[in-house]
Nanobody
Framework: VQLQASGGGLVQAGGSLRLSCAAE????????MAWFRQAPGKEREFVAG????????YYADSVRGRFTISRDNAKNTVYLQMNSLKPEDTAVYYC?????????????????????WGQGTLVTVSS
């Protein structure tokens, strides 16, 4: 099983980036996919998640309205479009997958429940 994240980089405040995460080695369409991030000295936090059909999406309050998560099940890939970036968005971003088994969104915000993790991609937003 492998999750390969890409698309991070350095961007000025107000700019945009698009992260991608390609999955292989498991049945992608059975999994809820999410993005988490971890800033220096802080705990890993949930950013956005999407159900396996792509029909329902969830966001942390800090990114709602600026970030959009999407998935292409034909390509086994999940994306995170990040607009209006702020310096506080600076972090290592991780994609993750968990077998979709919960009806409550709460569980999908909990990182210990995830089965698979990508290696992380660094996003740096300068002021």
């Amino acid at each position: 099983v492998q999750l390969q994240a890409s698309g991070g980089g350095l961007v000025q405040a107000g700019g945009s980036l698009r992260l991608s995460c390609a999955a292989e080695g498991y049945t992608f369409t059975r999994y809820f996919m999410a993005w988490f991030r971890q800033a220096p000295g802080k705990e890993r936090e949930f950013v956005a998640g999407i159900r396996r059909s792509g029909g329902s999406r969830y966001y942390a309050d800090s990114v709602r309205g600026r970030f959009t998560i999407s998935r292409d099940n034909a390509k086994n890939t999940v994306y995170l479009q990040m607009n209006s970036l702020k310096p506080e968005d600076t972090a290592v971003y991780y994609c993750a997958g968990v077998l979709q088994r919960y009806s409550s969104t709460y569980y999908y915000t909990r990182s210990p429940l995830y089965d698979y993790w990508g290696q992380g991609t660094l996003v740096t937003v300068s002021s």
